[in-house]
């Protein structure tokens, strides 16, 4: 199942109802700020390095600002469409566009009071599972206690490896996803002793 296309077609759609200055859970971020994220970096192969150095962010931010001054519609058609066919995205479209789409997605959904828990596909929960388990390893590498990412039907990851406590997060794979990379407004229940799920939930997670 093309997951990634559907959870972009459903990001769209909620942007489309939020409209262009709703806020979102990145930062001072609205909703056309984070559409201009994702047409950057699926077209601007040119200024994506400066998402994760910090030295050149300078002209990320510049061409993001320059993205986000177009039409609100046309900006929306651009990141339903996904990557163009000169983009490697296009071609690892599910590995590589699944996490981004569904936690930006949540991203605008959640900034809100009134947000609720989607109800998720089962093969789309068990690749968010993979990605969480994966994610965790760096997410919460600088924990000083053990950390277990735990689901529904029991079954476990340990993502981090330190000490003789451990704390365990229970919930969904797409809630543990979203705690992995940051936010707060994930429906995870934690399982220790108060201070280590205090240093848990206090770790800077953000990728």
């Known amino acids: ?5 559907d959870e972009r077609h459903a990001l769209v759609e ?3 109802t939020v409209g262009p200055e709703a806020p979102t859970l990145c930062g001072d971020w609205t909703a056309r700020d984070l559409a201009a994220h994702l047409v ?3 077209r601007r192969l040119d200024a994506t390095p400066g998402i994760m150095v910090s030295a050149l962010a300078g002209h ?6 320059g993205i986000a001054a177009r039409d609100w519609n046309e900006l929306l058609d651009d990141v339903r469409s996904g990557p163009p066919v000169w983009s490697p995205f296009r071609w ?3 590995q590589a566009n699944l996490s981004e789409m569904f936690i930006h997605h949540e991203d605008v959904r959640r900034a809100r009071d009134e947000w609720t828990v989607r109800t998720l596909p089962d093969g ?8 969480a388990s994966g994610i965790g390893r760096r997410s919460y590498r600088r924990s000083p206690v053990s950390v277990v990412l735990e689901r529904p039907d029991g079954k476990r990851s340990g993502v981090r490896s330190a000490g003789s406590a451990t704390v365990t997060l229970r919930g969904e794979p797409a809630e543990l996803l979203l705690h992995a990379f940051g936010r707060d407004q994930a429906r995870v229940e934690f399982d220790g002793e108060a201070a280590d799920v205090a240093a848990v939930t206090a770790l800077d997670r953000s990728m």
Not at 1 to 5: I, L, N, Q, S, T
Not at 60 to 65: D, P
């Open 1 to 5: 199942m093309p997951y990634a296309r």
């Open 14 to 16: 909620t942007m489309r």
């Open 40 to 42: 950057l970096r699926e």
């Open 60 to 65: 990320t931010e510049r061409v993001q600002q």
């Open 92 to 94: 690892v479209d599910e």
């Open 124 to 131: 789309m929960q068990e690749k968010l599972w993979t990605i």
